[in-house]
């Protein structure tokens, strides 16, 4: 398309480059979903677009050193003494910027999509899933080195940012068409990432029996395990996942496999992000969180008192949670929104034997 008119308006921070416009534009279409990320572009439009997301480094991560540390504000130092440049102007303290300061994630999405393929798109939670990730990254050497496991990865754009000092990433998803997508996003990143790490899309089907799918028996399966792959998931020690709370089908599905995983091999931690979605239910004539409920089934906020009737319900529940305070993450996406129901959770298998 020519013309700067044709092009659609993404708000920041995703920049369109590329779009691929329907062949048949008479053809009727499922119902379609959009990302709040997206709000702005004209849904008329459909295909993959290539997106640039940076990512900078906030003013409370200060590089000292050669190594950046998070500092908390001291209010005693606001007021300090300022002093006059040669023309009589105030002279402020500036931050030295460095080579790290910024950097920028090419990621291939979709503007809407169906509901079964949402992993299309890039979603709110996203986002604060990866300003933690990058947080943790920034701050300590947590996940240096470590085997990392996506779920309902869609785009792949936390696992890429873990690509950049894990030695192995395996981004899994459901779907050969986001699968592709995934690994397009892999490639398009591929320069970036150190040569010492290995990143794999992979399928992985909650609902599907276990162990997933491997290559021995799907041979022209593309995105199938090879069982040396399956070995080294068993040794992750860190599981992320971010806007995967929607259906409770799928939620039950989920937590299924979270059982298989965080119960095996090393011990794992899960950090989750969601966003609480609202809508109105006739049992309850109220506006309700539903899918937010249904994960609340699963996970024991570590930090509830419960009544001694209520321990062995306490005992019985498979997973302990934290939920991780947001205000003391900083924004290293730029210019998102991180809205008011979004929440972020550490998660871990307390079930014994």
């Given at each position: 398309m020519d013309?700067?008119?044709?092009?659609?308006?993404?708000?920041?921070?995703?920049q369109p480059e590329t779009m691929n416009l329907p062949e048949d534009s008479e053809k009727e279409e499922e119902d379609h979903v959009m990302s709040e990320i997206h709000v702005g572009c004209p849904p008329k439009f459909s295909g993959s677009f290539v997106s640039h997301f940076t990512f900078s480094i906030p003013p409370?991560?200060?590089?000292?050193?050669?190594?950046?540390?998070?500092?908390?504000?001291?209010?005693?130092?606001?007021?300090?003494?300022?002093?006059?440049?040669?023309?009589?102007?105030?002279?402020?303290?500036?931050?030295?910027?460095?080579?790290?300061d910024k950097f920028v994630v090419d990621i291939r999405h979709n503007i809407t999509s169906s509901i079964?393929?949402?992993?299309?798109?890039?979603?709110?939670?996203?986002?604060?899933?990866?300003?933690?990730?990058?947080?943790?990254?920034?701050?300590?050497s947590e996940f240096d080195g470590i085997v990392a496991v996506e779920l309902g990865a869609?785009?792949?754009?936390?696992?890429?940012?873990?690509?950049?000092?894990?030695?192995?990433?395996?981004?899994?998803?459901?779907?050969v068409e986001i699968l592709e997508n995934c690994a397009k996003t892999v490639h398009l990143n591929s320069a970036m990432l150190p040569s010492k790490t290995s990143v794999y899309v992979r399928e992985l089907d909650w609902k599907a029996s276990w162990p997933p799918m491997?290559?021995?028996?799907?041979?022209?399966?593309?995105?199938?395990?090879?069982?040396?792959?399956?070995?080294e998931l068993e040794r992750a020690s860190l599981l992320v996942a971010a806007d995967v709370i929607y259906s409770d089908d799928l939620t039950d599905a989920l937590f299924g496999t979270l059982e298989r995983l965080l119960s095996s091999g090393l011990k794992k931690v899960?950090?989750?992000?969601?966003?609480?979605?609202?809508?109105?239910?006739?049992?309850?004539?109220?506006?309700?969180?539903?899918g937010y409920s249904c994960f609340r089934r699963y996970v024991r906020d570590e930090s509830d008192e419960v009544e001694h009737d209520d321990?062995?319900?306490?005992?019985?529940?498979?997973?302990v949670g934290t939920r991780?305070?947001?205000?003391?993450?900083?924004?290293?996406?730029?210019?998102?929104?991180?809205?008011?129901?979004?929440?972020?959770?550490?998660?871990?298998?307390?079930?014994?034997?």
């Open positions: 013309g700067d008119d044709d092009e659609p308006h993404i708000s920041p921070p995703i409370d991560v200060k590089y000292i050193e050669s190594k950046y540390e998070y500092e908390v504000v001291d209010d005693s130092k606001q007021h300090q003494e300022v002093s006059l440049d040669d023309d009589g102007d105030l002279s402020l303290p500036r931050r030295k910027k460095h080579s790290k079964p393929k949402v992993g299309l798109q890039v979603w709110r939670a996203e986002l604060v899933l990866a300003d933690f990730v990058l947080h943790k990254m920034f701050t300590s869609g785009t792949g754009l936390v696992g890429m940012l873990l690509a950049r000092v894990a030695k192995t990433v395996f981004l899994t998803d459901h779907g491997q290559r021995n028996s799907a041979p022209c399966h593309s995105y199938a395990w090879n069982p040396s792959e399956f070995e899960l950090y989750l992000a969601l966003e609480k979605r609202y809508n109105f239910s006739l049992d309850d004539l109220d506006v309700v969180a539903n321990l062995e319900n306490r005992s019985l529940c498979a997973f991780i305070d947001l205000t003391e993450i900083p924004r290293y996406a730029d210019n998102y929104d991180r809205g008011q129901d979004v929440e972020l959770w550490q998660i871990k298998y307390a079930r014994e034997g």
